[in-house]
T-cell receptor, first 113, second 117 residues
């Protein structure tokens, strides 16, 4: 079945460092891809999305490009801040009748001042 | 415009008791999803409901778990005779239509953290 695989955390970075969180997916078709962020004690918030190959999603300095050839959707940010510390989830969805999300296991990012 | 409201935020139950988790979707949203997050794991889909209808319950355990979304009132996830393995965070999400994820993703609530002692 379809699945999403993320790099394991925790990822610990100093402020202003470059961030990459890897995400790959397996799918029988061409799903939409998402990154969600979960701050401590809160629910998930949509960070960015891409709906077709070569689309780039971006928000708050974060970017991810839908790569069909490598089935990847890696999350990047050029300069992280302490406030970016959170758990990041990669997810896929086909839409259709159910439209359910398939999540990766999440990657904890800790940014130190 | 309030977001997705879940209550309680924290729920403690003894083994064998019943747990009732409530979710009020965003105003204007008629589609509700429940997800479960076990410790150290990602979220797993449980059930998808529209008003008065269960559309997809393929992720629900076959026994002890049930969900409803009545015409009036919140969506309820009910777990009967809870066991320690039910301890998890349960998240509700809502969307205005079937195309929710295509348009912009779901809106998630802050979750209910169930602890079974």
């Amino acid at each position: 079945g379809d699945s999403v695989t993320q790099m394991e955390g925790p990822v610990t970075l100093s402020e202003e460092a470059f961030l990459t969180i890897n995400c790959t997916y397996t799918a029988t078709g061409y799903p939409s891809l998402f990154w969600y962020v979960q701050y401590p004690g809160e629910g998930l918030q949509l960070l960015l999305k891409a709906t077709k190959a070569d689309d780039k999603g971006s928000n708050k300095g974060f970017e991810a490009t839908y790569r069909k050839e490598t089935t990847s959707f890696h999350l990047e940010k050029g300069s992280v801040q302490v406030s970016d510390s959170a758990v990041y989830f990669c997810a896929s969805a086909y839409g259709g009748a159910t439209n359910k999300l398939i999540f990766g296991t999440g990657t904890l990012l800790a940014v130190q001042p | 415009n309030a977001g997705v409201m879940q209550n309680p935020r924290h729920l403690v139950r003894r083994r064998g008791q019943e747990a009732r988790l409530r979710c009020s979707p965003m105003k204007g949203h008629s589609h509700v999803y429940w997800y479960r997050q076990l410790p150290e794991e990602g979220l797993k889909f449980m059930v998808y409901l529209q008003k008065e209808n269960i559309i997809d319950e393929s992720g629900m355990p076959k026994e002890r778990f049930s969900a409803e979304f009545p015409k009036e009132g919140p969506s309820i996830l009910r777990i009967q005779q809870v066991v320690r393995g039910d301890s998890a965070a349960y998240f509700c999400a809502s969307s205005p239509s079937e195309a929710g994820t295509g348009l912009g993703g779901y809106t998630f609530g802050s979750g209910t953290r169930l602890t079974v002692v």
